[in-house]
């Protein structure tokens, strides 16, 4: 059974920063990628941040320049840097992991970041 456990959420005052982390374990041969979605309230889930195992990243427009992306193949685990955080980033975020050749994906329980003064 796959599991995904997320990390390092929390309240933090605009400007500052927050790094999330991601396990993954279980039957878990191969990892095509791994990445970070976010969801606010009434809007859809939508993907901040991925990186492909061979080191390819993917961002969200608007965290450009402020967050990174980056992983540990050996440990399974993928980290989300957010520096400048702004009210905008407030969401519950979401480790996903897709695996290889079946394209299956799985997801954490999400985690609570809110940006606020």
């Known amino acids: 059974q796959v599991q995904l456990v997320e990390s390092g959420g929390g309240l933090v005052q605009p400007g500052g920063s927050l790094r999330l982390s991601c396990v993954a374990s279980?039957?878990?041969?191969?990892?095509?990628?791994m990445g970070w979605y976010r969801q606010a309230p009434g809007k859809q889930r939508e993907l901040v941040a991925r990186?492909?195992?061979?080191?390819?990243?993917d961002y969200k427009d608007s965290v450009k320049g402020r967050f990174t992306i980056s992983r540990d193949n050996a440990k399974k685990t993928v980290y989300l840097q957010m520096n400048s955080l702004k009210p905008e980033d407030t969401a519950v975020y979401y480790c996903?992991?897709?695996?290889?050749?079946?394209?299956?994906?799985?997801w954490g329980q999400g985690t609570q970041v809110t940006v606020s003064s």
């Open positions: 996903n992991v897709v695996v290889a050749g079946s394209g299956t994906d799985y």
């Open positions: 279980g039957m878990l041969f191969s990892i095509y990628a």
């Open positions: 990186i492909i195992m061979s080191g390819n990243t």
